[in-house]
């Protein structure tokens, strides 16, 4: 049997190639995700591990992967530095100048890379990393050593069009906002790359000058260990010499900060992407499943021999698994193959938008194979397991008919019993995430959609069967007979039109229903925009990161402008758990008028206002002293006068801004909010505006169409990718037309070439087939489009509280629709071309 079976498996090489499709795309996804996520935490590893010092001397307060440290105008004096040299347990102490907010130009003038990952300044300093490695490795060229001098990252060096020699433009956050460097050499982190981030390296004087106001002091201090001293040794004799609000921390506690902050963005990527390849494996499976059963209906005569010539059941349902395994086989081989790839194709869409990924280490890990076989096989043998029982089970006296065929029976009521009551079980348990069940709303409803959609897909010739009927009645007006004998040949065997949409459904589902969450959050966001944009413009980098007083100190100036209040955010542990709080000045109550919940919205001395949300999470109220620990070691206890409804206004803490510069942090601004005079022309005073940060491309003036339009950008680039990942599916549900076509095409040889005898002209034979295949492609749009619709409204409902407005994109399922009839186009021309090829004579004697 096994010789007989790898015997038909080669023998059938087209059968062979289009089965194992299925399988390539699937598990290629599935690969391509895990290579891309193993690269992406190891490039952040390697990056963390390779630039981190056995221990660091930095201000109380601060936290690793955060960037707050330059924030604090409290600084490492040098005589702590030599203080710490002097001890037995400290091989070298490096003084280090962590200059945040600074932006680098391009040779073209504009930012290199964009608003995604920061740029990181540093004074150099040769010091090595917990492993004892150097920190930096030279690319090219030298270190800075005279002030004047900069050194890149390769990659930044490449982005922004610089050889050595050239002249570097860097955005400043304190002092001068423009200033030029010579670039004397490029390097890179030791582990590789950046992963986006831009690298620049400045001479020590420069750097203090730059980012210190010229103050011969340091932000932190870069401890190495002396032979046989520990981490903790070593951080605890600098313990010993350092002054009030600074500390010493080991480099492992550094690491595992890093890996923390870190890991929680590293993680919703990665979900994120499994999601997409779950998705296109579900895809994949409906189309194995839909192959194998043609291949077993066609293969009937074959079975019943087998059966005839004394071959058990068992044995013909091995020969149909032992087919799939080797075809399982081949598919997460080639998949893996093609994972490799499309990691590589994951890391460029990323590298576009900022996240530059190592590619060695995009390499296909143990647990990478190991998963793609394992998924590969398994669902391949699952999905091919029930055609292999119904070939088992046709008699052996079947194989003296003539007529011989199996035709799929339809659904019975039973099934149909079963379906409706899992319809009405997700139903209820999105009903129950609806009216807020114990848990997370969307859990209950992520749980109903995935039964809906799996029963969907599974009771699609029932549900189906009106699409089905309008579409033959449709193309019977409009093509007559052929289009006639189309609608038929979908409606002969609606299991297999089903499960063949189905695959197509699946991925439309989802895509329908992230459109109308796009849709919502577009709208809420301009419902928000209206309600809340109580300025007449807003200035504030697109980035959301600080940037220099000086810009606010010039608009000031600007002939037509009333009222200006500035914003200032930072990294603080509010009741000992880290939060974003802001700090407002005095103007900000004469432009925004909060919606007080109790108290007053008037603060000032160490006083805050809290949304309502925050005033929850706190267990906080009017009255209530809340303890707010800033970079730098103080802490200050601020009396709550005031609750408001949560608004993206303000953050959830808001204090007045002179608690942040009385507790030693450096200023900046994080946001502008102008109003302009009574009776200025609004258009002169923006283009006077503009014209202020013309040349400082980190910060935009936006009035309100202008911020709603940069949010709509910001969700659709989200959303787009979103529909590139998930496009992925679909063209595997395509493929499932084409297989399911072909594959029907061969198994009707001989009624093809009857209808040719008959008449039948090649050109109408391909218009059947391709009328055949839109109308799968139409019954699983429709399908999807519904599903995905429902779904997608319950989804936003329990999201209410952030999506207040629902929308649907009604012009956007319009389009799906009209994208699912094209592919039914393409997906049909290899079939009818196949078939309007066929010898009439040769295929009236087919058996």
């Not at 890149?152 to 906002?177: H, N």
């Not at 893996?336 to 869409?349: N, T």
């Amino acid at each position: 049997m096994l010789r007989l079976t790898l015997r038909n498996l080669v023998a059938r090489k087209v059968r062979l190639v289009m089965s194992t499709l299925a399988i390539v795309l699937g598990i290629g996804f599935l690969a391509g995700v895990l290579t891309f996520s193993h690269g992406l935490g190891a490039t952040f590893d390697n990056i963390i591990e390779g630039s981190t010092s056995d221990a660091l001397v930095r201000t109380e307060g601060e936290v690793s992967f955060q960037a707050s440290g330059a924030g604090t105008t409290k600084l490492v004096e040098p005589q702590v530095i030599e203080r710490l040299r002097e001890l037995p347990e400290v091989e070298a102490a490096d003084g280090s100048v962590d200059g945040v907010g600074a932006y680098l130009l391009g040779e073209d003038g504009k930012l290199v890379g964009g608003t995604g990952a920061p740029t990181l300044v540093f004074n150099y300093y040769d010091s090595v990393n917990v492993a004892g490695d150097p920190i930096l490795i030279l690319e090219s060229g030298q270190w800075p050593d005279q002030p004047g001098e900069i050194n890149l990252d390769e990659s930044s060096a490449e982005r922004g069009g610089y050889e050595i020699g050239d002249e570097v433009t860097l955005l400043l956050p304190v002092g001068e906002l423009r200033k030029t460097f010579e670039l004397v050499g490029t390097s890179n982190f030791n582990g590789g790359g950046t992963a986006g981030a831009t690298l620049a390296l400045l001479e020590t004087s420069e750097a203090q000058a730059v980012f210190l106001g010229g103050q011969d002091a340091y932000t932190t201090v870069a401890l190495t260990a002396a032979d046989g001293v520990s981490q903790t040794e070593l951080a605890d004799a600098a313990k010993t010499v350092l002054p009030d609000g600074f500390t010493a921390v080991t480099g492992q506690k550094v690491i595992d900060e890093s890996d923390e902050q870190i890991g929680q963005f590293l993680d919703v990527i990665g979900y994120f992407l499994i999601a997409f390849a779950v998705i296109a494996i579900v895809v994949g499976a409906f189309i194995i499943f839909n192959t194998f059963s043609i291949l077993v209906s066609q293969r009937v005569r074959e079975s019943a021999l087998l059966r005839a010539l004394g071959a058990s059941r068992r044995q013909v349902t091995w020969s149909v698994l032992v087919e799939a395994f080797f075809m399982a086989l081949l598919g997460s081989t080639l998949g893996l193959l093609l994972g490799l790839g499309l990691s590589r194709g994951l890391a460029a869409v990323f590298r576009a938008q900022g996240l530059d990924i190592a590619g060695e280490v995009l390499v296909l890990t143990p647990t990478t194979v190991i998963a793609a076989y394992v998924v590969g096989i398994g669902i391949t043998m699952i999905a091919a397991f029930v055609p292999a029982r119904r070939a088992a089970k046709v008699a052996p006296v079947a194989a003296l008919r003539d007529d011989l065929t199996v035709q799929e029976k339809a659904l019975g009521r039973r099934r149909i019993l079963l379906g409706t009551i899992a319809l009405l079980v997700g139903a209820a348990l999105m009903g129950a995430g609806l009216i807020g069940a114990p848990g997370a709303d969307a859990a209950w409803i992520g749980a109903g959609a995935v039964i809906w959609v799996i029963t969907v897909a599974v009771m699609a010739p029932v549900l189906g069967h009106p699409v089905l009927v309008a579409c033959r009645a449709a193309f019977d007006k409009v093509f007559g007979t052929t289009g006639k004998l189309a609608g038929e040949n979908a409606l002969r065997n609606p299991r297999r039109t089903g499960a063949t949409a189905s695959a197509l459904m699946i991925g439309l589902a989802v895509v329908s229903a992230v459109g109308v969450l796009a849709a919502s959050l577009s709208a809420t966001n301009d419902a928000l925009v209206d309600r809340e944009f109580r300025s007449d413009f807003l200035v504030q980098s697109p980035s959301f990161q600080g940037f220099p007083t000086k810009i606010g100190d010039e608009m000031e100036q600007v002939d037509g402008v009333g009222t200006i209040s500035r914003m200032q955010g930072s990294v603080a542990l509010v009741k000992e758990d880290q939060d974003f709080v802001m700090g407002v000045d005095r103007a900000f109550a004469r432009i925004y008028e909060l919606d007080m919940v109790r108290g007053t919205q008037d603060i000032s001395g160490d006083q805050a206002i809290l949304s309502e949300s925050k005033a929850g999470d706190l267990d906080a109220d009017v009255g209530t002293q809340v303890p707010v620990a800033f970079p730098g070691g103080q802490t200050v206890d601020l009396e709550v006068v005031g609750i408001f409804e949560d608004t993206p206004i303000t953050g959830g803490v808001t204090m007045p801004i002179s608690v942040l510069e009385d507790a030693g942090l450096r200023r900046n601004d994080s946001t502008l909010s102008i109003n302009v005079a009574e009776g200025a022309d609004v258009g002169e005073v923006q283009a006077a505006l503009d014209k202020v940060v013309e040349d400082i491309p980190v910060v935009t003036v936006q009035d309100k169409e202008g911020f709603s339009e940069l949010i709509k950008g910001q969700v659709n680039q989200l959303l787009f990718m979103i529909y590139g990942l998930l496009a992925l599916a679909v063209i595997i549900a395509v493929i499932g037309i084409v297989n399911t076509l072909g594959l029907s095409v061969i198994e009707r040889t001989r009624e093809v070439g009857l209808l040719r005898a008959v008449g039948l002209s090649r050109r109408r034979l391909r218009l059947m087939i391709t009328l055949e295949s839109i109308t799968i492609a139409v019954l699983g749009a429709v399908l999807g489009l519904v599903v995905g619709l429902l779904i997608g409204v319950a989804l936003r409902q329990s999201l209410s509280d952030d999506l207040t407005e629902l929308a649907l994109p009604l012009s956007s399922l319009v389009v799906f629709l009209v994208i699912a009839v094209v592919f039914g186009v393409l997906a049909a021309i290899v079939p009818a071309v196949r078939a309007s090829r066929m010898k009439v004579l040769d295929a009236i004697a087919t058996e």
